[in-house]
């Protein structure tokens, strides 16, 4: 079994290059009667495949859990990796991340050598580590807020997962005020962890999230805004992170790798011309968003 297995979300048969840690997994699979070659499928074994609408990515943590297991376990998207080359590596510990992503136009066998995914200095670097996190990006609001404003997301879903922290681990509720009522966030729903850690979030998030879905009102929520156990546990994941740090866990930070070409050339360029002119992080891009958001 590969000491790293790293589970690549598709919902589509999007191309995801070979590579002896990357694990094309196709989501939703017991909502359709198609299957995509080459992918493993979330609703083989132990599975919550058919709540993939409202999971998303999930579907895919959850049948890692259930299901598999190596030494590090991690989860990417299909346009979005983490990224692992020398400059990345050399910033990964402190505080001076650097850029939280880069723009590219598909993932390729060539791309991803030049990201630093030679087996063989990837586990030399992770072995230092306990988990892998995307850069946080600075938003200049909270979280809270970010969530409350964020297009397709409702306020009540988070105070619901807020009071339900209240009731919990005070370790953990410590963590998610800290985290919440930041403004440094981590995004993507990626991250990458020693398989211990891997089994002890997952039982966390999939337990506060059962006990979240016995609570929530969803009637007259558009189809985007039903992904909502997604958009908490991208929040959620961040809360967890800042919990492990606390607790002496060696975290390391790297950029996100974002592939905006896997959905045409125009996606591409926007994206890239995007980044350039209101670069993530930057007061130019957080006051633009406070105006979109009129906050």
């Known amino acids: ?64 859990w259930k299901n598999d297991a190596a030494n590090w376990q991690g989860i990417f998207h299909y346009r979005r990796y983490l990224s692992f080359d020398a400059r990345s590596r ?22 991803l050598r030049r990201a630093g995914y030679e087996p063989r200095e990837l586990l030399r670097f992770l072995d230092h580590f306990d988990a892998v996190a995307p850069v946080p990006e600075e938003m200049g609001l909270s979280a809270v807020r970010q969530y409350e404003t964020a297009p397709h997301h409702h306020a009540a879903d988070l105070a619901i997962v807020r009071d339900l922290l209240r009731q919990g681990d005070p370790r953990l509720l410590r963590a998610a005020e800290t985290y919440l009522n930041g403004t440094s966030l981590y995004f993507g729903n990626l991250f990458l962890m020693r398989r211990p850690l891997f089994e002890a979030y997952s039982a966390w998030l999939f337990s506060l999230l059962a006990r979240y879905d016995g609570q929530k009102d969803v009637s007259g929520y558009t189809p985007q805004a039903l992904r909502v156990d997604g958009y908490l546990a991208e929040r959620l994941l961040g809360v967890y992170l800042t919990y492990l740090k606390g607790e002496g866990a060696a975290v390391a930070h790297v950029p996100r790798l974002h592939f905006a070409g896997l959905e045409g050339r125009w996606p591409y360029l926007k994206k890239r011309a995007e980044t350039v002119l209101l670069p993530p992080g930057s007061a130019r891009r957080n006051a633009a968003r406070r105006l979109l958001r009129k906050i």
Not at 2 to 31: D, M, N, S, T, W
Request: proline fraction near 8%; charge should be negative; aromatic fraction near 12%.
């Open 1 to 64: 079994m590969p000491e790293i297995k790293i589970y690549v979300v598709c919902h589509k048969p999007f191309e995801v290059p070979r590579h002896p840690f990357l694990f094309p997994i196709q989501v939703g699979a017991a909502l359709t009667e198609s299957r995509f070659p080459g992918m493993l499928y979330d609703d083989e074994g132990d599975s919550i495949s058919e709540k993939n609408r409202s999971y998303c990515e999930l579907t895919a943590q959850y049948w890692a």
């Open 90 to 111: 050399a910033r990964a510990v402190g505080e001076r991340f650097g850029r939280a992503y880069r723009v590219l136009d598909r993932p390729s066998g060539e791309v």
